[in-house]
């Protein structure tokens, strides 16, 4: 008869996975902080250089105030029915929240339209980055921000096409939350935008 195994050999191994409750947000909170360092540094890459016109056109004579005024409404609104798209998901209501989702996408896609009309005109009037050194950060810090409501939007289509096929299961749920951070923390960050780069950049 063979011999019995001592205690201390015996193994014992997890039948499920552990996974920590709220990790998967702790770590995106992670990300949205190095993401605030990248934007602190092109934010003060334009308080140095943001006044360098190189003998060019100034933000007072390239800027309209009211297509950005737009744009930004455009931005603060999808910001908002990402909210109504959250309470519904709340509700465990699969339909509305993809309207509200769908609803928050067109006005993400249309902010970035706007952005890139402005960037077209910009570059047709010879105001390109190469222009001067005002020129060269206006365009990095606004469009990396624009990059970024641009990768905000293609997840938004891949986390809609998934609740459509699997409802809203507690993945889902949380990959919601995790866009939704992000989302709100660009209406965050273009705020910023507006009032440091637009609105002090037509002041004499």
Same mark, same amino acid.
């Given at each position: 008869?063979?011999?019995?195994?001592? &205690?201390?050999?015996?193994?014992?191994?997890?039948?499920?996975?552990?996974?920590? %409750?709220?990790?998967?947000?702790?770590?995106?909170?992670? +990300?949205? *902080?190095?993401? @605030?360092?990248?934007?602190?540094?092109?934010?003060?890459?334009?308080?140095?250089?943001?006044?360098? +016109?190189?003998?060019?056109?100034?933000?007072?004579?390239?800027?309209? /105030?009211?297509?950005?005024?737009?744009? !930004?409404?455009? $931005?603060? /609104?999808?910001?908002?029915?990402?909210?109504?798209?959250?309470?519904?998901?709340?509700?465990? &209501?699969?339909?509305?929240?993809?309207?509200?989702?769908?609803?928050?996408?067109?006005?993400?896609?249309?902010?970035?339209?706007?952005?890139? +009309?402005?960037?077209?005109?910009?570059?047709?009037?010879?105001?390109?980055? %190469?222009?001067?050194?005002?020129?060269?950060?206006?365009? !990095?810090?606004?469009?990396?921000?624009?990059?970024?409501?641009?990768?905000?939007?293609? =997840?938004?289509?891949?986390? *809609?096409? %998934?609740?459509? &096929?699997?409802?809203?299961?507690?993945?889902?749920?949380?990959?919601? *939350? @995790?866009?939704?951070?992000? =989302?709100?923390?660009?209406?965050?960050? =273009?705020?910023?935008?507006? !009032?440091?780069?637009?609105?002090?950049?037509? $002041?004499?």
């Amino acid at each position: 008869m063979p011999d019995t195994p001592r &205690q201390s050999e015996l193994s014992f191994y997890a039948t499920s996975e552990v996974h920590p %409750q709220n990790g998967t947000l702790l770590g995106f909170w992670l +990300y949205l *902080m190095s993401d @605030c360092l990248i934007f602190a540094s092109l934010f003060a890459v334009y308080g140095v250089v943001g006044r360098r +016109y190189a003998g060019g056109p100034t933000g007072a004579e390239l800027f309209e /105030l009211p297509l950005v005024a737009l744009n !930004t409404t455009m $931005l603060l /609104l999808s910001s908002i029915t990402y909210g109504f798209a959250v309470l519904e998901m709340q509700k465990a &209501q699969v339909r509305a929240t993809l309207i509200w989702l769908g609803i928050t996408g067109l006005l993400g896609a249309a902010f970035i339209s706007l952005e890139l +009309y402005e960037f077209a005109h910009l570059v047709h009037d010879g105001a390109g980055p %190469q222009r001067s050194a005002f020129l060269s950060s206006f365009f !990095t810090l606004v469009g990396t921000h624009g990059l970024h409501v641009t990768v905000g939007i293609v =997840w938004l289509i891949t986390l *809609m096409v %998934q609740v459509g &096929q699997h409802g809203l299961i507690p993945e889902n749920k949380r990959r919601l *939350m @995790c866009l939704s951070m992000f =989302w709100h923390f660009l209406d965050v960050v =273009w705020i910023g935008v507006f !009032t440091f780069v637009y609105l002090m950049g037509v $002041l004499p």
